[in-house]
């Protein structure tokens, strides 16, 4: 068993004491061995508090710095499929180029996590620094690593450089609901909601130097191996990519784009409207924190658009990390809470007018012909509309024979499909719209229970359904 995280005692001051825990407390004084980052879920040098931390370390102790990133082997993380998997690589391509240009050597490894105690021991390492990421395969590869690490002396920290508010710090339980987790986040949020410092100067790197990656090879070897859903073209991965996405002057999100947030975000024919980022924010290539610092700038430009933005960039996204990581179920029915269990299961045997097996909903053959261009969204495009997302899962619910089996092939479809897939806010999404979850209850009606109903009716009041299929026949 790993022994249980610490909060860091000493440390290096440009990073918040409570971003940074430790997992494995060093034995002796701390020796001058190089300090490793295993990057995990944030997948960029810039803006990064893991980084950071690993950087500080080293040159507190004049020690220098490598980056690791060991690919989950075959069934990849979450069963990525070449959409994803393409996207990641693509990006670490970019980033590992920019990390020879700042002579920072980058470790890619093909045997996965299970490599990592062998590196560090290879290179008398003397402090590995994880990202952190609330998903269950994670944690346990990361668990694996500091349990055989245990009797090796040096200190293992983990930094959480994806929330804006480190997960163990915005809330010590499982949250209710958005209302309960927007109290203790407002609390705390400008403590930690600050400017990034420069990454210190660490001494040049002398040891064993990184195998040459040949990155087309391995981009079709693996690509070759995950199972066929083809990768996208309209978004071009990297950080570079991910900070002109933002804030670039043609498109940018936040110079072009953000005043029209507050009104427009939820008609699914105005897909600009939308930030774009979830791919980059999901493979970690931009950090949530830069994007909200930039939009709290510009606030003065469009008020309500910002704090709507704000709202979903900072509550929403990291609540669905306070689910995943307090609740081990976060994907099936026993996560969802009691009153939410209890009503679908009352209605578990509800006549259904139509119920559709899970090959028919993935090749869109349903009678409803919004939600058929939704799911085509999805599989062509790899990115459904943020308000079609929750009239399609609602609907699984009504057409498949019970919440469990909704529920899973609501994520397996997601995850397949989706380029910002296999990710908290995605179990939280289809959890929030088959189990209630963070939601209240509503009129008891058939099959949903007390569950938040949607329907064709309803989205036809709200927008022009046919200029969205349109729209997605022309995508
Ligand atoms: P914007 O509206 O511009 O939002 C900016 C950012 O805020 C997003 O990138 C995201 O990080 C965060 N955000 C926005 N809405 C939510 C939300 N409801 N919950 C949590 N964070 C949010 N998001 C994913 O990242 N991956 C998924 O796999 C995913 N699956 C979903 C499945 C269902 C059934 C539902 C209802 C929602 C899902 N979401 C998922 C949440 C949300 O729909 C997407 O984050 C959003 O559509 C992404 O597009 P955007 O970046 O243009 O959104």
Redesign the pocket.
């Known amino acids: 068993m790993a022994p249980a995280p610490t909060t860091a005692t000493v440390s290096p001051a440009p990073v918040h004491p409570n971003r940074v825990r430790v997992l494995l407390p060093g034995q002796g004084p701390p020796a001058a061995g190089p300090v490793v980052y295993w990057m995990l879920r944030d997948q960029r040098l810039a803006d990064n508090w893991a980084l950071l931390h690993a950087a500080t370390l080293a040159a507190a102790s004049a020690a220098p710095l490598a980056v690791a990133f060991p690919l989950f082997p075959k069934p990849f993380l979450l069963s990525a499929r070449r959409r994803q998997l393409g996207f990641l690589l693509r990006g670490l391509r970019r980033l590992a180029a920019h990390a020879a240009d700042r002579r920072l050597p980058f470790f890619f490894l093909t045997g996965g996590p299970a490599e990592i105690p062998a590196l560090v021991r290879r290179l008398g390492a003397s402090a590995l620094v994880a990202d952190f990421s609330p998903l269950r395969p994670v944690r346990q590869a990361l668990d694996a690593v500091v349990n055989d690490l245990r009797h090796d002396g040096l200190t293992v920290y983990q930094v959480d450089a994806h929330n804006v508010v480190p997960v163990w710090a915005a809330s010590p339980k499982l949250e209710y609901s958005a209302r309960t987790f927007r109290g203790k986040m407002n609390k705390v949020l400008d403590e930690y909601l600050v400017e990034f410092p420069e990454l210190p100067e660490v001494v040049p790197w002398d040891r064993e130097q990184p195998e040459e990656i040949d990155w087309d090879v391995l981009i079709d070897t693996v690509c070759r191996e995950a199972e066929d859903v083809p990768e996208i073209d309209w978004c071009e991965p990297g950080e570079a990519a991910a900070m002109e996405a933002l804030l670039g002057s043609q498109d940018g999100?936040l110079v072009k784009r953000i005043k029209s947030?507050d009104t427009d975000?939820n008609y699914p024919t105005k897909p600009k409207a939308?930030?774009?980022?979830?791919p980059y924010?999901?493979f970690g290539q931009i950090s949530?924190h830069r994007c909200a610092l930039e939009a709290k700038k510009r606030r003065h430009l469009s008020p309500k658009s910002v704090d709507a933005?704000l709202e979903?960039?900072i509550i929403?996204?990291e609540?669905?990390d306070n689910f995943c990581y307090y609740q081990p179920h976060y994907d099936t029915l026993a996560g969802a809470w009691d009153w939410a269990r209890k009503t679908l299961q009352d209605h578990a045997y509800d006549k259904r007018e139509h119920i559709y097996t899970r090959e028919q909903l993935e090749s869109a053959k349903t009678a409803d012909h919004l939600w058929n261009a939704s799911q085509l969204e999805m599989v062509h495009h790899g990115?459904?509309?943020?308000f079609m997302?929750?009239y399609?899962?609602k609907k699984i619910l009504e057409w498949t024979s019970g919440p469990e089996e909704a529920l899973s092939i609501?994520i397996y479809l997601?995850?397949k499909y989706?380029i910002?897939?296999?990710?908290p806010?995605?179990y939280?999404?289809?959890m929030?719209?088959i189990c209630g979850l963070h939601d209240q209850g509503w009129k008891e009606r058939p099959i949903f229970g007390k569950i938040r109903y949607m329907n064709y009716a309803g989205c036809k009041r709200k927008f022009d359904v046919d200029a969205y299929i349109s729209y997605v026949k022309r995508l």
């Open positions: 999100f947030y975000r939308l930030s774009g980022l979830s924010l999901h949530a933005f979903e960039l929403r996204r609540l669905a990115k459904m509309h943020g997302r929750m399609w899962a609501a997601n995850d989706h910002d897939g296999r990710d806010s995605g939280v999404g289809c929030w719209s």
